[in-house]
């Protein structure tokens, strides 16, 4: 099991999930909206070799919320600051999503800090073209990972909404505890998400703007391609056989987040990647 913590820092305070068995030092960043929850059956199924730190990402879960700072170079500063706090130079680093375009921006930024990287269906790994600003307010009406952000006039308006997306299609126990984890009472009765507006647009920006492989890489990289994720043609795979010289690709049953609603598979396949990648010390 988990325990709560949280690196408070002047202007931030970081708060995660740590399962602290193991040795082996293991971060997880989740998506967009999500939480650290998401990794909650991950966590415990590699509990025992591992050291692992699931943060929310600022602007997420129980992290501090600032107005404005969501940009990748931000995300990644606070990353960089925990592992300082625990006391790790370097660390095997998985993401989802947003979460894995950030850690690929950061394995090309500071490779020396990735024992091994996972990229778990990334977000737009490359660029935006400049138009697709103008259909932001439309993608923020449609995809799955922002149409609960709310407000709800209630607990079960929103649990009912929640139940007929990809992510808790299934409504497992595990699905149910990462939506509960994700949403809260507002001050004004109602209820919504706890990841913020301001959180949204900026780093919308950001992932429009910030391109995520842009130089050639040698670190241990699992590419996990979901069986109705968001990767599945050629030319959306060209940029990751392109840039990552030790790729491996791993199909997993299940939709974009197949950690949620495929989890015994999913956890299995990263365990079989970690373990060809662990230390000899």
Known sequence: MSTRQSLIQPELELSYLEWHHGKEPLILLHGLADSAWVWASLGDYLAGSYHIIAPDLRGHGESSKPETGYSSTEIIADLEALMDSL??????????????????????????????????????????????????????????????????????????????????????????????????????????????????????????????????LTIPTL??????GLNRTAWQLKPYRTYLQ??????????????????????QTIANFLTKHKSNS
Request: proline content about 6%.
């Open 87 to 216: 006391g790790w130079s370097n660390a095997h680093i998985l993401g989802h999503s947003w979460g894995a375009k950030v850690a690929a921006i950061w394995a090309t930024n500071h490779p020396e800090r990735f024992r091994s990287l996972i990229l778990v269906d990334p977000f737009f790994i490359g660029k935006l073209p400049a138009w697709l600003k103008i259909t932001f307010p439309l993608l923020y009406r449609v995809l799955p990972f922002l149409q609960g952000m709310g407000p709800f006039a209630n607990y079960e308006a929103a649990e009912n909404l929640a139940k007929n997306l990809k992510q808790y299609r299934g409504w497992s126990p595990l699905q149910q505890k990462a939506f509960q984890e994700s949403i809260e009472q507002k001050t004004d009765g109602t209820w919504g998400s706890k990841f913020t507006v301001s959180a949204r647009d900026e780093i919308f920006e950001d992932v429009m703007k910030v391109d995520g492989l842009t130089q050639q």
């Open 223 to 228: 590419l996990i391609k979901p069986e109705t």
């Open 246 to 267: 030790n790729l491996e690709i791993r199909e997993v049953p299940g939709n974009h987040w197949a950690f949620l609603v495929e989890p015994e598979i999913f956890n």
